[in-house]
């Protein structure tokens, strides 16, 4: 017989780490103070069923002790319940039957007396699972039920159940119960089975069961079969592809000094040896959680990169769960971690020490030796002008020579604005056409240009006399070939630093490194970056 079966808890007084509800359903039956619904609400394995079959029990128990709070487990009632043969005990998997037909038949022998005990108990488990129709119909039996009927719902997801259904029932949040009581129960269960084991391996079974005893005891089986009776941590950490605790210091040890060889090297070797990556994700969650308490208590400085870093494993783990693709995920967690290396432990960076290594050769400038002739000044102008797009500062050489508005200074004229919301957003899309006495010819797509109200043109004029312009007049044609505007500028802009963002991380120690480890092809093509400034 499974160990998770066979050590059921019979009784409220076997119940482990869920004392609030136990006291809370121990005074129900006491004061005989019922409702007619009760929701056993909490993660899977954390006993919902369990204690819904309990309460049963201690409701049509025949020699129920009031004071102790306890069924006695010899009556017939309590014989049939622990046997699942009770009459009066109604079973439903709501996962399985959730069409309005299960569900009016069901509540058709609500109305018959208890065959067998006082109460007739309805335990729907995974109720959230019902139809809409189905919710209805058992809201009607809700409102105006007979007083010998009592449902027990068990749910993982509460927020799927209507209000109308909550509002009518009691309902208990069960807890993960805590490592400690796991611990001293399976130590319980060994003593009981004449099973062996040392300490590790009983604090592996722990973290493995994540707060669920149904699990302890289920990994505990697996484990006992696999080691023969003789737990050992080696045996178990095989079995479960659980690493020492320690790897995760060393793995984040790694990260911490940016020391991207040992932590590839540290990513294969988990790789080699088929580790579970979830609970590597909730190692490292557990170990930045802790990071960034410990820096809260001490009044550190700031553990922006530490709060970056745990939203990389958090999301990753929400990923693995959605793509099934732990691995990939985790990697990509870490790796994600690498580039974003803090370094001056203040500020976050975009550019680890890794990526600034590489940069992209300067472009030299042409020497100065003689005057340069007439020939050059476009090249120079030329790189002057890539220059200023790159680095779009403002400086104060360059407000002269936007004194007259011309369609090429609409450019750097448009950065000086103070235009906000729509009016930013219509006129960083057009070009100036040409000016004329004091009207703009302004052109571009009939998207924006359509769109541009007489109060945009009013903004555009007013922050142009704020900048000391003339209130010129507006005029706007639409055109599918405005070309030269500011938000095209910022395009070619970002375009430019997305590509040298690329190509250093192509040449980044990093990826040369994944790549001669994994042999894998890096194609530049393939490569997305996400940008968070658009
Ligand atoms: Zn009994």
Redesign the pocket.
């Known amino acids: 017989m499974a160990l998770a079966n066979k050590y059921r808890p019979k009784s409220f007084s076997e119940v482990i780490g869920q004392d609030n509800a136990v006291i809370a359903l121990r005074n129900i039956i006491k004061n005989q103070n019922f409702h007619n619904g009760y929701i056993f609400s909490g993660t899977r394995g954390v006993g919902k069923t369990t204690l819904g079959r309990l309460f049963a ?1 201690a409701l049509n ?4 002790d009031l004071e102790k709070g306890e ?5 017939a ?2 014989e049939a319940i622990q046997n699942n043969s009770h009459l009066d005990l109604i079973e439903i998997d709501a996962a399985s039957r959730t069409g309005v037909d299960d569900m009016r038949e069901l509540l058709d022998s609500v109305q018959y007396r208890p065959s067998q005990g006082k109460y007739k108990v309805y335990l729907i488990d995974e109720v959230h699972m019902l139809s809409m129709q189905s919710f209805n119909a058992l809201l009607k039996t809700l409102e105006e039920p007979p007083n010998h009927v009592i449902f027990i719902m068990a749910t993982t997801e509460t927020h799927k159940i209507p209000k109308t259904i909550i509002s009518r029932c009691l309902q208990f949040n069960l807890k993960l119960v805590s490592d400690e009581l796991i611990k001293e129960n399976i130590k319980k269960v060994f003593k009981e089975e004449n099973v062996k084991s040392d300490e590790k391996s009983l604090d592996l079974l722990v973290e493995l069961a994540k707060g669920s005893v149904r699990d302890s005891l289920t990994l505990s089986d697996q484990a006992i079969s696999h080691c023969d009776g003789n737990l050992d941590e080696e045996s178990i950490s095989k079995l479960h592809g659980v690493l020492d605790l320690s790897s995760t210091t060393k793995l984040f040890d790694s990260i911490f000094k940016n020391e991207a060889d040992k932590v590839v090297e540290e990513l294969k070797r988990y790789q080699s040896l088929d580790v579970n990556y979830e609970i590597l994700f909730d190692r490292a969650l557990s170990f930045l959680h802790q990071k960034i308490m410990e820096m809260a208590l001490s009044h550190e400085t700031s553990s922006q990169s530490l709060n970056l870093y745990y939203q990389f494993f958090s999301n990753g783990l929400v990923d693995a769960k959605q793509t099934g693709k732990t691995r990939d995920c985790f990697d990509i967690a870490v790796l994600r971690c690498l580039t974003f290396i803090n370094s001056d432990s203040t500020e976050v960076k975009k550019k680890s020490k890794l990526v600034e290594k590489i940069k992209p050769t300067p472009v030299e400038k042409p020497a100065k030796t003689e005057e340069p002739k007439a020939i050059e000044e476009p090249l120079i102008q030329k790189q002057e002008e890539d220059k200023e797009i790159l680095n779009p500062k403002k400086d104060t050489n360059k407000t002269e020579n936007l004194k007259n508005l011309t369609p090429t200074n609409w450019l750097n004229v448009f950065d000086l604005l103070d235009l906000t919301g729509p009016s930013r957003a219509f006129f960083s899309n057009l070009q100036i056409e040409k000016v004329e006495e004091n009207t703009i010819f302004f052109k571009g797509a009939d998207m924006f240009a359509d769109r541009i109200n007489k109060e945009n043109i009013q903004s555009l004029i007013d922050s142009l006399v704020r900048l000391g312009y003339e209130e010129y007049h507006v005029e706007i044609e639409s055109s599918d070939s405005a070309k030269n505007t500011p938000s095209s500028k910022w395009a070619k802009k970002r375009a430019e630093e997305i590509k040298i963002f690329k190509e250093e991380i192509i040449s980044s120690d990093l990826l040369v490194k994944l790549k001669n480890d994994f042999g894998e092809n890096i194609d530049a093509s393939k490569i997305t970056v996400i940008d968070h400034e658009e």
């Open positions: 029990k128990c025949s020699n129920y069924t006695c487990n010899v009556c009632n309590c």
